[in-house]
């Protein structure tokens, strides 16, 4: 083993950060072994020094000084998990500068900013790992950077959102609730954020599409290119629809190769129950990776959690530091592609599913039929649900083949404008 050690600087010492340290500092020998060179975490910078902690950790090694990590040179390594976008990016970026190894846990930065750290890095001959970025403890960058490299990477499609929209959807199916109470549960259980935004309405799984994406295909793809719907229109009644039809209803992401360009979109969706991203519940992340080369890949395990995220960040440490040792770089850089573009929803393939309220009288059949048939959008299910009596009302239920998502969209406004029709309830895209 080396005589001199790694040192390494941690941004942050929460849920993952606290985790991270634990770690390092009660299993420093067999992480040592590992990497083949001591592990020493030389300081930890966090916001309030005299904060009651969950470890065991001394005063000394504590800062609220961002120059003694950034700036010290015995610094090789700077762990990122203090999350959000400034000032960590910054943060990275003087690292970078500064020729330090960065590893983060950010899916905020490495979203928006990742392919340009990525190109300064590569300047500068330091690497920036980001395997807890996505996926929690899955394995999914590495895969990527690694055991999947000698495919074209056809299409990536996950269930990858934070625990709450999981949770909030498993509870609306199996007891029915509404979303506010599912979410009010998630809420006092503590499963879901006080403000539970990025997660229901899908820009969490959207900055994580974003990241899989880049590396799926090595082009830039940002948060903002990607198509983005949440979860916030979903009744109970869709998952009993759903069932009956044999769909699950998730909050997928998904990205596709076509000629040229990708897809690439996050919105709930009705998943086939025999799919495996059909079965994923609560905490947990899958990932369905398709290759020309492998088939298919399918990785699953937890999503979120501090310590599943700092066996993805020490993993990534260990790594690092062989290759550090070694003098090389184990993984191969990134070069991103700019001319790949995201193909804008409307002229996505998709098939959809309606939930219709409608007058309870002849000739509604016909006059959905036609609005469909203008839009060249063929049915493949047209099913009348329940009907109810005192407001003469019936519920219908549509499933179509594969259109244009902008046909589907124009049949779902012209559909609404249609007298017998009270309103179209759900519109959702079937996986
Ligand atoms: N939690 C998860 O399950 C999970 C899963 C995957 C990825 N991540 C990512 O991991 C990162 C950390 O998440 P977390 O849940 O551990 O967050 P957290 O519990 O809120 O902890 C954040 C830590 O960062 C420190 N910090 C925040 N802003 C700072 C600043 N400007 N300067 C110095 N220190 C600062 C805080 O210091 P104080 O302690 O002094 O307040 C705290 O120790 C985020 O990027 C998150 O997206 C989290």
Same mark, same amino acid.
């Given at each position: 083993?080396?005589?001199?050690?790694?040192?390494?600087?941690?941004?942050?010492?929460?849920?993952?950060?606290?985790?991270? &340290?634990?770690?390092?500092?009660?299993?420093?020998? /067999?992480?040592?072994?590992?990497?083949?060179?001591?592990?020493?975490?030389?300081?930890?910078?966090?916001?309030?020094?005299?904060?009651?902690?969950?470890?065991?950790?001394?005063?000394?090694?504590?800062?609220?000084?961002?120059?003694?990590?950034?700036?010290?040179?015995?610094?090789?390594?700077?762990?990122?998990?203090?999350?959000?976008?400034?000032?960590?990016?910054?943060?990275?970026?003087?690292?970078?500068?500064?020729?330090?190894?960065?590893?983060?846990?950010?899916?905020?930065?490495?979203?928006?900013?990742?392919?340009?750290?990525?190109? /300064?890095? &590569?300047?500068?001959?330091?690497?920036? @790992? =980001?395997?807890?970025?996505?996926?929690?403890?899955?394995?999914?960058?590495?895969?990527?950077?690694?055991?999947?490299?000698?495919?074209?990477?056809?299409?990536?499609? &996950?269930?990858?959102?934070?625990?709450?929209?999981?949770?909030?959807?498993?509870?609306? +199916?199996?007891?029915?609730?509404?979303?506010?109470?599912?979410?009010?549960?998630? /809420?006092?259980?503590?499963?879901?954020?006080?403000?539970?935004?990025?997660?229901?309405?899908?820009?969490?799984?959207? @900055?994580?599409?974003?990241?899989?994406?880049?590396?799926?295909?090595?082009?830039?793809?940002?948060?903002?290119?990607? @198509?983005?719907?949440?979860?916030?229109?979903?009744?109970?009644?869709?998952?009993?629809?759903?069932?009956?039809?044999?769909? +699950?209803?998730?909050?997928?992401?998904?990205?596709?190769?076509?000629?040229?360009?990708?897809?690439?979109?996050?919105?709930?969706?009705?998943?086939?129950?025999?799919?495996?991203?059909?079965?994923?519940?609560?905490?947990?992340?899958?990932?369905?990776?398709?290759?020309?080369?492998?088939?298919?890949?399918?990785?699953?395990?937890?999503?979120?959690?501090?310590?599943?995220?700092?066996?993805?960040?020490?993993?990534?440490?260990?790594?690092?530091?062989?290759?550090?040792?070694?003098?090389?770089?184990?993984?191969?850089? =990134?070069? =991103?592609?700019?001319?790949?573009?995201?193909?804008?929803?409307?002229?996505?393939?998709?098939?959809?599913? @309606?939930?219709?309220?409608? &007058?309870?009288?002849?000739?509604?059949?016909?006059?959905?039929?036609?609005? =469909?048939?203008?839009?060249?959008?063929?049915?493949?299910?047209?099913? /009348?649900?329940?009907?109810?009596?005192?407001?003469?009302?019936?519920?219908?239920?549509?499933?179509?083949?594969?259109?244009?998502?902008?046909?589907?969209?124009?049949?779902?406004?012209?559909?609404?404008?249609?007298?017998?029709?009270?309103?179209?309830?759900?519109?959702?895209?079937?996986?």
């Amino acid at each position: 083993m080396a005589a001199r050690p790694l040192n390494v600087g941690l941004i942050g010492l929460g849920t993952v950060g606290s985790q991270v &340290a634990d770690r390092m500092l009660s299993w420093g020998p /067999q992480l040592s072994r590992r990497a083949g060179v001591e592990l020493c975490l030389r300081k930890v910078l966090v916001r309030e020094v005299s904060k009651r902690r969950t470890i065991e950790i001394s005063n000394d090694v504590l800062t609220a000084d961002p120059a003694d990590v950034l700036d010290d040179p015995a610094i090789e390594v700077v762990i990122e998990v203090a999350g959000g976008d400034e000032p960590m990016r910054s943060y990275i970026e003087r690292a970078i500068q500064a020729g330090k190894h960065v590893i983060t846990a950010n899916k905020v930065v490495m979203a928006r900013h990742g392919p340009e750290l990525l190109d /300064q890095a &590569a300047e500068k001959n330091v690497d920036v @790992y =980001f395997e807890a970025a996505v996926g929690g403890g899955i394995p999914l960058i590495s895969t990527f950077r690694t055991d999947l490299q000698a495919n074209r990477i056809e299409a990536v499609s &996950a269930v990858i959102n934070g625990t709450t929209t999981n949770y909030v959807l498993g509870r609306m +199916a199996s007891q029915g609730m509404t979303m506010a109470d599912a979410l009010r549960e998630a /809420q006092e259980a503590g499963y879901a954020e006080a403000d539970p935004t990025d997660d229901i309405g899908g820009y969490d799984a959207t @900055y994580k599409l974003a990241i899989l994406a880049s590396i799926a295909y090595e082009i830039k793809v940002r948060p903002d290119d990607i @198509y983005r719907e949440g979860i916030e229109g979903i009744e109970p009644i869709d998952f009993r629809y759903a069932r009956e039809l044999g769909f +699950a209803i998730k909050l997928i992401a998904h990205t596709q190769r076509h000629p040229g360009r990708i897809e690439a979109r996050v919105h709930p969706a009705m998943v086939p129950l025999d799919h495996p991203l059909a079965r994923v519940e609560g905490a947990e992340n899958a990932v369905f990776v398709e290759g020309d080369l492998v088939a298919h890949v399918l990785l699953v395990g937890q999503g979120a959690g501090g310590r599943p995220t700092a066996s993805a960040v020490v993993g990534d440490l260990i790594d690092l530091a062989r290759s550090i040792r070694r003098g090389v770089q184990s993984r191969p850089s =990134f070069s =991103f592609d700019d001319r790949i573009g995201v193909i804008p929803i409307g002229e996505v393939k998709t098939r959809a599913y @309606y939930r219709v309220r409608v &007058a309870d009288q002849p000739g509604v059949l016909a006059a959905i039929g036609q609005v =469909f048939a203008e839009e060249g959008v063929s049915i493949s299910s047209f099913i /009348q649900k329940d009907a109810w009596s005192h407001d003469q009302t019936a519920e219908l239920v549509v499933t179509t083949h594969p259109s244009l998502d902008a046909s589907l969209q124009r049949a779902r406004e012209r559909m609404a404008r249609l007298e017998p029709v009270h309103a179209v309830s759900s519109f959702l895209r079937v996986f």
